[in-house]
């Protein structure tokens, strides 16, 4: 009766552990980035932005999965307006539907003398996880040896981790439509490492969809201020505004 008993303590247990572990691999976030700031201006500059183009032709399934993900949070999509308020460029990026090749902008129909526009040709977001580190094997162990099984549950129960890992290139472009050419050319990198409760795989799409838009954030703060020094830019001194 006794060892019954121990049976069905022992089982009770491992479903509890379970329930518990499958919380666990929920992504979890906690903070937030504030968004990049420019100076109030309230001026109509001399500049379109006609939105992204990526180089996606060459990526890999998971960085053009990603790279969907990323371009449609609040953040990404915000630049053209952020932009528009920050008064470098109006934003057109919502009207722009060519394929950012050089020939087709000419052939654009701009209101303005320059369009800038932004291009992503490296795009790549790793993990890590901790999901079967040292400890948890050695609590497999321990659970296999029957005398170990409380031992092996707490170890295979620690937290959940996963290390997520950003790297992107962008280019951002200045196109003169009053001479034809391309006027400014500047790469921005983007690198970004983060650790976060739960497994990236595991967890949910609102779980994943926070992730997304906490490295979008970090991307797009710094496009943005890359384009504050457009804007101050003596090249754009005088046709700017």
């Not at 006609?50 to 449609?72: E, L, P, Y």
């Not at 079967?132 to 707490?154: E, K, Q």
Request: aromatic share 14%; proline share 2%.
């Amino acid at each position: 009766m006794k060892l019954f008993s121990h049976k069905m303590f022992g089982f009770a247990l491992l479903l509890s552990l379970l329930a518990f572990i499958s919380c666990q691999t929920e992504m979890e976030l906690t903070e937030s980035i504030d968004s990049y700031q420019f100076e109030e201006s309230y001026k109509t500059p001399n500049m379109e932005f006609i939105g992204f183009k990526a180089g996606d032709a060459q990526w890999g399934n998971s960085s053009r999965t990603d790279w969907g993900q990323i371009k449609n949070t609040q953040s990404i999509r915000s630049v053209g307006s952020a932009l528009q308020f920050g008064g470098i460029a109006v934003d057109e990026s919502s009207s722009y539907f060519g394929v950012y090749s050089f020939q087709e902008i000419k052939e654009y129909k701009n209101k303005k003398r320059y369009i800038t526009f932004i291009e992503i040709p490296d795009f790549d977001l790793t993990y890590t996880t901790n999901e079967m580190d040292g400890a948890r094997i050695a609590g497999i162990v321990f659970c296999s040896t029957g005398v170990g099984l409380p031992i092996g549950l707490l170890l295979i129960a620690h937290p959940y981790k996963t290390t997520m890992y950003m790297k992107t290139n962008a280019n951002i472009y200045v196109y003169d439509a009053q001479i034809k050419e391309i006027i400014y050319k500047k790469n921005v990198s983007s690198t970004a490492e983060k650790e976060f409760k739960g497994i990236w795989y595991r967890s949910s799409e609102i779980g994943k969809q926070k992730i997304y838009d906490y490295f979008a954030s970090i991307m797009a703060n710094e496009l943005l201020k890359e384009y504050d020094n457009v804007k101050k830019s003596p090249q754009f001194k005088d046709t700017l505004y």
